[in-house]
């Protein structure tokens, strides 16, 4: 709780001097500091303010720097560790938007250990005046995995931020020197497309499947940078074909669309890890896209290497799209029809073995 914010509790619905019941309502009075502008806080037109009211149980009221919450107990408690919660991150410097205070309202829901303010403040790369940082529990316990651990899976749906993390913090470790390369791969098999059947030479049909990472690239380093880069080899965009009888030293290597390897593919690219080196796998397990009987490499690889030490499993869910926030309707939509699904075709003894609708 922020030290220079003060607290008043006052209770209402009884006489003075009368005992208190269990009845009395609660009121808070929190007067927040004067170097933290309200407007701030409450948001142009008091934007954020409404939507602390409507996420709690509780009468807000604003006058001056002072904000009064009334209300049940616990809901009051709640929206005044918010509170404490929002100025802390305002006194970081970094602004609050909508955004900030539905995520930081989110996880005080969670109540977990971890403060909102230590995920949302985090900070892991800066380039063109754009932050990039965590906006979610687990995405922070991901970027908090990458640090600690060697190899790191990071499985979840689409939008989850599980590649777009991964190679902030490649370019974090190679502006701190911690490693001499970033090298980024992906299986060139999507969406039931095989290459020889595509048009243009190999390297114009591989291109499709790795513009992706190259956009990541554009809003994470120098765009007349980049060339530069690829051209010393210092960062590698490459099939994983390319990855075979190497051994990958001093580098910050991550697999995307995992799900799509086989167990073989897999276990080639886990044995590429050199000396000095990390590597991060992403993927999402309900979008495989492989050939049918062909097993995905990234739904088996925990029961393998779950006893092994070193090696971090993280699993992001619907909860932590940060697109538009529509998507994260879709894929929570999608998930519950694919259960109901699978139920009614375990109930029926004919489980469906058709391709689950892929996400982009």
């Known amino acids: 709780m922020d030290k220079d914010i003060r607290h008043d509790t006052t209770r209402e619905g009884r006489p003075h001097g009368h005992p208190m019941t269990e009845t009395d ?73 909508p955004e900030t205070v539905e995520r930081a309202i989110g996880m005080l829901r969670q109540e977990t ?45 689409a939008g989850t931020g599980k590649t777009y993390l991964a190679m902030a913090k490649a370019v974090q470790a190679l502006q701190s020197k911690n490693v001499n390369r970033i090298i980024l791969t992906r299986p060139a098999v999507e969406a039931g ?47 994983l074909a390319y990855m075979r009888g190497r051994t990958l030293n001093d580098a910050f290597i991550i697999l995307d669309e995992a799900q799509n390897t086989s167990p073989e593919q897999m276990k080639m690219f886990l044995t590429r890890l050199g000396f000095g080196s990390k590597m991060v796998v992403t993927g999402d397990v309900t979008q495989v896209d492989l050939p049918s009987g062909t097993k995905s490499g990234l739904r088996i690889v925990e029961d393998i290497l779950t006893d092994i030490e070193d090696v971090s499993f993280n699993r992001l869910t619907a909860h932590d799209v940060v697109r538009h926030r529509l998507v994260g309707h879709i894929v929570a939509a999608y998930d519950t029809y694919e259960a109901l699904r699978d139920k009614a075709d375990a109930e029926r003894g004919n489980g469906d073995s058709g391709r689950r609708p892929r996400r982009a």
């Open 25 to 97: 309502t609660p009121q808070h009075t929190i007067v927040v500091p004067a170097s933290v502008p309200m407007v701030a806080l409450l948001g142009p037109r008091d934007e954020h303010l409404a939507l602390i009211e409507k996420a709690f149980e509780a009468d807000i009221h604003v006058r001056g720097n002072q904000v009064t919450l009334r209300g049940e107990s616990a809901e009051v408690a709640l929206a005044e560790r918010l509170i404490d919660e929002l100025v802390t991150i305002i006194r970081t410097g970094q602004g609050i938007t």
């Open 113 to 157: 250990t971890e403060r909102p303010a230590d995920v949302l403040s985090m900070n892991i790369l800066s380039n063109r005046g754009r932050t990039i940082r965590p906006k979610t529990l687990n995405q922070k316990r991901y970027v908090d995995a990458i640090d600690k651990h060697t190899i790191i899976f990071g499985i979840g749906p």
């Open 193 to 239: 497309e095989r290459l020889g059947f595509l048009p243009g030479t190999l390297s114009e049909k591989i291109d499709p499947y790795l513009r992706p990472l190259y956009d990541a690239l554009h809003d994470m380093l120098d765009p007349e940078t980049i060339p530069k880069l690829l051209a010393a080899g210092t960062i590698e965009v490459a099939p």
